[in-house]
C-alpha cells in the first residue's frame, strides 16, 4: 500500500538523505581503501572518472527516459545498481569489476550528490510543490542531505579505528544496505509522483489562445534556451570542472600524504565541512525573500571557493 501523495517530498528527501550519508561515509574511506589495496594513483583516478562519466550519461538517459518508463522504476533501478556497485567494492579488489561498479553504481567521490537520482527527484518536488513553498521545500532537501554527509564523516571517524580495508568493506556495505533501503522507500512514492499533464502545484490556469489561421503560422524554429539559461548553464559547467579537481575523496587522499591525517582525523574534518554549509543554508529562504535568488546562490558559493583555495596555506595538522 503506497503512501498519500503528499507525502511524497518527505519520502524523496528522506531517500536523499540516506544516499548522501553513505557518499559521506565512503567517500573519505575510498582512495586510502583502494590505495592500501595497491591500486595506483593512475588507476584511483581512472575509477573516479569512470564513476563520474557514468552518472553524467545514467542522468541524461534519466533525463530522457525516466517520464517514459516511469519516476519510481527508474529510480528504483538507480538504487539496486547502486546497491550492487557497493557489494562490489566491498568484497573484491578486482580492477576490472571496480571500474564496472563505478560506471553503473553512482559510487560518488564527494557528498555532493549529481547522480541521475536527483534529476528526478527535484522533477517530483517541484510538481508536488506549490510555488510558494518550492524554496523552503529544496532548502529543506539540501540541508538535510548536507547534515546526512556531515554524519556520513563521522561514521567514518568511527570506522576509521579499524585497519584500513577492513573500514573500507564494512564502509561500503552500509552503503549496499542504504541503497536498497533507499529503493523500498521509492517503491512507497504515490501515483502523483509520475508525470502529469496537469500544470504544477500553484501554477496559474492557462488561458486558452485565440485561434490561428494555419496558413497564416509559419515554419517551426527549433527551441533555444534564454540567455541567461545558457550563461547560468555555462557558469554551471566551470564550477563543476574546477569541483571535480577538489573532490571530498580527493582532498582526503591528499590531507593524508600532506598532513598525515588519519582515517579519523579526515571524518572529523570532513564531518565539519559538510555540518557548516548545512547550517549555512538554512538562511537560504530569507536571503532569497531579501535579494533574490541569484544573490543567494553566487555570493555563499564565491566565499566557500575562497576559502577552499585557502587550505594549502593552512599549518599542520600538529601546529593547528
Known amino acids: 500500500m503506497r503512501v498519500p501523495a503528499r507525502d511524497d517530498s518527505s519520502l524523496i528527501i528522506a531517500t536523499r538523505a540516506l544516499r548522501t550519508f553513505g557518499y559521506g561515509c565512503t567517500s573519505v574511506l575510498l582512495v586510502g581503501m583502494l590505495e592500501n589495496a595497491g591500486i595506483s594513483g593512475t588507476r584511483l583516478g581512472a575509477i573516479l572518472a569512470v564513476a563520474a562519466a557514468g552518472c553524467v550519461l545514467a542522468t541524461i538517459a ?11 522504476t527508474s529510480l528504483l533501478v538507480s538504487a539496486c545498481l547502486m546497491g550492487i556497485a557497493g557489494l562490489a567494492f566491498a568484497i ?27 534529476g528526478i527527484e527535484q522533477a517530483i518536488l517541484a510538481q508536488r510543490t506549490p510555488a510558494h513553498q518550492r524554496t523552503a521545500v529544496f532548502t529543506r ?22 585497519p ?8 561500503f556495505a552500509l552503503y549496499s544496505i542504504i541503497a536498497f533501503a533507499t529503493g523500498f522507500l521509492f517503491l512507497r512514492l504515490s501515483a502523483e509522483a509520475e ?19 494555419p ?3 509559419a515554419a517551426p524554429t527549433p527551441t533555444r534556451l534564454p540567455g541567461p539559461v545558457r550563461r547560468l548553464a555555462c557558469l554551471f559547467a566551470v564550477d563543476a570542472f574546477a569541483g571535480g579537481l577538489a573532490v571530498q575523496a580527493i582532498l582526503a587522499w591528499w590531507f593524508h600524504h600532506r598532513y598525515g591525517a588519519t582515517a579519523t582525523d579526515l571524518g572529523l574534518i570532513f564531518f565539519a565541512a559538510n555540518l557548516l554549509p548545512a547550517i549555512a543554508q538554512l538562511a537560504a529562504p530569507l536571503i532569497v525573500s531579501r535579494h533574490g535568488l541569484l544573490p543567494a546562490m ?12 585557502c587550505i594549502p596555506l593552512a599549518p599542520d595538522l600538529e601546529d593547528s
Open 62 to 72: 534519466m533525463g530522457k527516459y525516466a517520464d517514459r518508463f516511469g519516476r519510481r
Open 92 to 118: 573484491t579488489r578486482s580492477y576490472p569489476v571496480l571500474l564496472i561498479a563505478a560506471f553503473i553504481g553512482t559510487v560518488s567521490p564527494s557528498t555532493n550528490d549529481n547522480t541521475p537520482f536527483s
Open 141 to 162: 532537501y539540501n540541508v538535510t542531505a548536507q547534515a546526512a554527509g556531515a554524519v556520513g564523516g563521522l561514521a567514518a571517524a568511527a570506522l576509521g579505528a579499524l
Open 164 to 171: 584500513t580495508s577492513l573500514a573500507g568493506n564494512a564502509a
Open 195 to 213: 508525470p502529469s499533464a496537469d500544470p504544477p502545484a500553484g501554477s496559474p490556469t492557462p488561458v486558452s489562445p485565440p485561434s490561428i489561421d
Open 215 to 217: 496558413e497564416a503560422v
Open 298 to 309: 553566487l555570493v555563499p558559493h564565491l566565499a566557500s571557493n575562497v576559502f577552499l583555495a
